[in-house]
């Protein structure tokens, strides 16, 4: 079972930039990655996704233009740029990990993904 990693997380002021990283060991190309993230009350929503070799991204209409999904296979690693935070991007963020790649695949479920990080906070506050 391949465990993600997450980390990066933090304080930033709005507008200010992060970049989070899932790393997953052992894992090997046939995984999708997404982001999610969770705030209290409310149900894990997913971010942005990457397919198995990078060459395709799928992102919320709420992060679009701001955030950056990127993968360095070799390096087993998955990273997620956060530009022009807003308070309201606040929460645990949470990678994820799925071999499906079928018509049953649908990028924000969170039904469809095998294994999950422990989460990385993210606060965007001034």
């Known amino acids: 079972q391949v465990q993600p990693v997450e980390s990066g997380g933090g304080l930033v002021q709005p507008g200010g930039s992060l970049t989070l990283s899932c790393e997953a060991f052992?894992?090997?190309?046939?995984?999708?990655i997404a982001w999610f993230r969770q705030v209290p009350g409310k149900e894990r929503e997913g971010v942005a996704c990457?397919?198995?070799?990078?060459?395709?991204?799928w992102y919320d209409y709420s992060v679009g233009g701001r955030f950056t999904i990127s993968r360095d296979v070799a390096k087993n690693t998955t990273y997620l740029q956060m530009n022009n935070l807003r308070p309201e991007d606040t929460a645990v963020y949470y990678c994820?990990?799925?071999?499906?790649?079928?018509?049953?695949?649908?990028?924000?479920?969170?039904?469809?993904?095998?294994?999950w990080g422990q989460g990385t906070q993210v606060t965007v506050s001034s």
């Open positions: 994820a990990l799925t071999s499906i790649s079928d018509g049953s695949f649908i990028w924000d479920s969170a039904e469809i993904y095998d294994a």
């Open positions: 990457i397919s198995s070799v990078g060459d395709f991204t």
């Open positions: 052992r894992l090997t190309s046939d995984y999708h």
